[in-house]
Antibody, heavy 119, light 110 residues
Framework: EVQLVESGGGSVQPGGSLRLSCAAS????????MDWVRQAPGKGLEWVGR??????????EYAASVKGRFTISRDDSKNSLYLQMDGLKTEDSAVYYC??????????WGQGTLVTVSS | QSVLTQAPSASGTPGQRVIISCSGS????????VYWYQQLPGTAPKVLIY???WRPPGVPDRFSGSKSGTSASLAISGLRSEDEAVYYC???????????FGGGTKLTVL
């Protein structure tokens, strides 16, 4: 059974930093790209970025709204995905979901972790 | 403003058929696979339709997906109260080099 468990959310002041983690199990993590998707309170889903697998050089893509401030990384030896968020803004407040690449036929989502950016 | 356009709301009575549309462009829907997600209140999104028209195990056959050109649709037949949720379409956008989501359609069962 595929499981994705996010952690690391919390409250931070504007301009601060936070690092989210996602522990993956139930599939061959190293074979798949991984995404982060966020959802601001009462709003829709917004793709944050992607990190591809080793075969694709762990290349990354980011949404324009976070490019230059957020960094996605992974540790295949630990089946873990990370999201380093720097220069946080109030508009970054959201539930952040870890999303697998296509495992079998479709993607899987974690339960999310809440990030609140407020002074 | 979302790259993919969905009506913000839809409604129907129990037993009715409802269609939720997702309009995109040649850089996303036309050449890439569309996914549909159902999000119940307070929960993470769940895959309802993958690769345009296929249902994951456990998803009732009341749900069906289709795609034509730059648009995709999710049809829900035999509407039930438990179908009340927000539905999102999603697809990779080649121009943006990123995944894009529709703004979501909130379905109300009257």
């Amino acid at each position: 059974e595929v499981q994705l468990v996010e952690s690391g959310g919390g409250s931070v002041q504007p301009g601060g930093s936070l690092r989210l983690s996602c522990a993956a199990s139930g599939f061959t993590f190293s074979d798949h790209y991984m995404d982060w998707v966020r959802q601001a309170p009462g709003k829709g889903l917004e793709w944050v970025g992607r990190i591809r697998n080793k075969v694709n050089s762990h290349s990354t893509e980011y949404a324009a709204s976070v490019k230059g401030r957020f960094t996605i990384s992974r540790d295949d030896s630990k089946n873990s995905l990370y999201l380093q968020m720097d220069g946080l803004k109030t508009e970054d407040s959201a539930v952040y979901y870890c999303v697998s690449g296509i495992v079998g036929d479709f993607d899987y989502w974690g339960q999310g972790t809440l990030v609140t950016v407020s002074s | 403003q979302s790259v993919l356009t969905q009506a913000p709301s839809a409604s129907g009575t129990p037993g009715q058929r409802v269609i939720i549309s997702c309009s995109g462009s040649s850089s996303n829907i036309e050449w890439n696979d569309v996914y549909w997600y159902q999000q119940l209140p307070g929960t993470a999104p769940k895959v309802l339709i993958y690769r345009n028209k296929w249902r994951p195990p456990g998803v009732p056959d009341r749900f069906s997906g289709s795609k034509s050109g730059t648009s995709a649709s999710l049809a829900i037949s035999g509407l039930r109260s438990e179908d009340e949720a927000v539905y999102y379409c999603a697809v990779w956008d080649d121009s943006l080099s990123g995944r894009v989501f529709g703004g979501g359609t909130k379905l109300t069962v009257l």
